[in-house]
């Protein structure tokens, strides 16, 4: 993208300079993410992906492009996510908890039944309520045991953190990664005119952003149940190294200004 001319004569100029190069790029590395059978991960990418593409948006051939993307990728994922029948079972269990509020089904019959399907989608929305506003207590978990414990150490983790220390201090965690978006955005905003520098951040931003609000709204019930971990809490030791080295990144790009002033300082002293 920072490579990328901004402007065009006409359409043809655009999809051959900009368009079809991003393309080739953009849907190799989510087609491959695919063909691992994960399709989490490849919203994420998606998203990363789009929003550093808007970011670049600056005529409107690239509005235009952007809007295709958008529209390819929102029926991809629909078409992947009924492809598997584990997908479409979460979507189905998802749609009656925003239809009736609570994951029983009724019956043609009148009687109520709990589908065996939303077990996963039961246990993640217990643990959370159970711990209340201040928690049951550091390591006091009950449903990381029990319950989600396949799950508890990495797609289902703010479960058990809402659990142990209260929807209070998980509020509190959360506001962290909102903060954290926050400062990236706003350090990219002084590197407008420096686009390698300023895709970067927000494109870190938009990773770290969305990804914690897939795992928090899936196992929250506002989006349908998917495995997505909780960026620097979850286990995985690839996830951590991933996301160090991006705010390794973040830290190195926030000492550019400072370099840039000094030597810019230096030069003016010597020609004084």
């Not at 970011?55 to 996510?81: D, E, P, Q, S």
């Not at 400072?258 to 003016?268: D, F, M, P, Q």
Request: aromatic letters at 12%.
């Amino acid at each position: 993208l920072s490579n990328l001319p901004n402007t065009y004569r006409d359409a043809g100029e655009y999809i051959r300079n900009n368009f079809r190069p991003f393309c080739i790029s953009f849907f190799l590395i989510v087609d491959l993410v695919l063909l691992g059978r994960n399709l989490g991960t490849a919203m994420v990418i998606a998203f990363i992906g789009l929003i550093a593409y808007g970011a670049a948006a600056t005529t409107k051939y690239h509005k235009i492009g952007l809007m295709l993307l958008c529209g390819f990728m929102a029926v991809g994922g629909l078409i992947f996510g009924i492809y598997e029948n584990y997908r479409a079972d979460r979507i189905a269990v998802w749609t009656n908890y925003l239809k009736t509020g609570d994951t029983e089904i009724l019956e043609a019959d009148g009687t109520v039944t709990r589908d065996q399907r939303s077990y996963q989608f039961d246990q993640v929305l217990t643990a959370c309520g159970t711990g209340g506003l201040s928690g049951v207590g550091l390591g006091q978990s009950i449903g990381k045991y029990y319950f989600v414990k396949t799950t508890a150490g990495d797609d289902s983790i703010i479960c058990i953190v809402g659990e142990e220390l209260g929807s209070v201090m998980t509020a509190g965690i959360l506001f962290l990664y909102l903060y954290l978006v926050y400062a990236c955005l706003s350090l990219a905003r002084d590197f407008w005119n420096k686009p390698i520098y300023y895709y970067l951040l927000i494109a870190i931003a938009s990773w770290i952003g969305f990804q914690m609000f897939v795992h928090v709204g899936a196992n929250l019930g506002v989006i349908p149940l998917t495995g997505q971990t909780l960026p620097f809490v979850s286990l995985g030791g690839s996830s951590i190294i991933s996301l160090m080295a991006a705010m390794g990144i973040v830290l190195n790009i926030s000492k550019q200004p400072r370099k840039v002033e000094e030597s810019g300082r230096k030069n003016l002293e010597s020609r004084i």
